[in-house]
């Protein structure tokens, strides 16, 4: 149910991609996207204004100011909205744009490319806010619930259904221009060989990191630990394993590498998908999910997003496979 309602979150944002894309023909759709994005912001400062107000609340009065389920900063969680509301303001500037088109490959006069680049704000300023409303890992650790395969099913479909209206399918892409923007294409032969060499690689990165982390830091090791077996340990099956594989393989990548990499660069989107793994925290773990977008992108670039697919769904699924062989 918790994921059905983040799906329903998800909702307005996609919808404002379906209006960026009409402004890409239509001035009032341009001009509704611009006031929308405005809005969004206005509601962003609000929010941090409101939990800055109960800071100074809890400050003078703990016991009458305190908010159940709480356990982070409330002061972290002001600044982060604020901050985000002040920063997601820039691309909606368009000298801004101008400037950012000189190292993006971006068109600063497109409404879908302004919207992008606000996203990405938003995207990260929400994460280091829920971050600090979640307080560390041990919290995240205490507050984790088990991943059910339709939990995993539904968390993906946002991200399908904002990668294709983000490229503008129906709106102003048909499904084959739509396909060839987002990048996919009938694998090689030679592309299959780069997928099962990749994984078995990345499969060692994950080993090798995880070693060396649990002997330097056994007990921020063991934390993680401890949040990922309460979060995957539902899907600790082959079915399971397929679902996590295909499910986040093909709904991450046809966003991060095939909707978004083309307009914001390797370095940008991923970033961005290295904050869409929350369930990591500031850990090392998180700096690993980068690295292996970065390896994802180069893939992407290289070649194509099916591949990139291919490696991300078979790394993941590998990943369960393999723990389910441990005693």
């Known amino acids: 149910m918790e994921s059905f309602y983040s799906l329903l979150l998800f909702l307005p944002f996609i919808a404002l991609v379906v209006v960026a894309n009409l402004g890409e023909r239509q001035p009032w759709a341009r001009y509704t996207t611009l006031g929308l994005l405005i809005l969004t912001d206005v509601v962003l400062l609000g929010g941090g204004l409101l939990f800055a107000l109960l800071g100074v609340l809890q400050a003078v009065d703990p016991t009458a100011a305190a908010v159940p389920g709480l356990a982070g900063s409330v002061w972290g969680l002001a600044a982060a909205l604020f901050g985000t509301g002040i920063v997601a303001v820039l691309p909606l500037i368009p000298a801004v744009r101008r400037g950012l088109a000189r190292i993006l490959p971006i068109d600063a006069s497109s409404p879908v490319h302004m919207?992008?680049?606000?996203?990405?704000?938003?995207?990260?300023?929400?994460?280091?806010?829920?971050?600090?409303?979640?307080?560390?890992?041990?919290?995240?650790?205490?507050?984790?619930?088990?991943?059910?395969?339709?939990?995993?099913?539904?968390?993906?479909?946002?991200?399908?259904?904002?990668?294709?209206?983000?490229?503008?399918?129906?709106?102003?892409?048909?499904?084959?221009?739509?396909?060839?923007?987002?990048?996919?294409?009938?694998?090689?032969?030679?592309?299959?060989?780069?997928?099962?060499?990749?994984?078995?690689?990345?499969?060692?990165?994950?080993?090798?990191?995880?070693?060396?982390?649990?002997?330097?830091?056994?007990?921020?090791?063991?934390?993680?630990?401890?949040?990922?077996?309460?979060?995957?340990?539902?899907?600790?099956?082959?079915?399971?394993?397929?679902?996590?594989?295909?499910?986040?393989?093909?709904?991450?990548?046809?966003?991060?590498?095939?909707?978004l990499q083309p307009r914001l660069g390797l370095v940008l989107s991923s970033v961005l998908f290295a904050a869409g793994h929350l369930q990591y925290g500031l850990t090392v773990a998180m700096l690993e999910v980068f690295v292996i977008g970065l390896v994802l992108g180069l893939v992407r670039r290289r070649t194509n997003t099916t591949t990139a697919i291919l490696i991300h769904a078979g790394y993941n699924a590998a990943g369960v496979l393999l723990g389910l062989l441990k005693p």
């Open 115 to 259: 919207t992008a680049l606000a996203f990405a704000v938003y995207e990260v300023g929400l994460v280091l806010g829920e971050m600090a409303l979640i307080g560390d890992i041990s919290t995240l650790a205490e507050a984790a619930q088990a991943l059910t395969p339709w939990d995993v099913l539904l968390s993906g479909l946002p991200l399908l259904l904002l990668a294709l209206a983000g490229v503008g399918l129906i709106v102003r892409r048909g499904g084959v221009q739509t396909l060839e923007r987002l990048g996919l294409r009938l694998p090689q032969w030679r592309h299959l060989l780069l997928a099962a060499v990749l994984i078995a690689a990345l499969l060692a990165l994950d080993y090798g990191v995880n070693a060396a982390w649990e002997a330097l830091d056994p007990a921020g090791y063991g934390k993680l630990t401890g949040v990922t077996e309460q979060l995957f340990g539902g899907l600790m099956t082959v079915g399971g394993a397929i679902v996590l594989g295909l499910s986040a393989g093909i709904s991450e990548e046809l966003l991060f590498r095939g909707a």
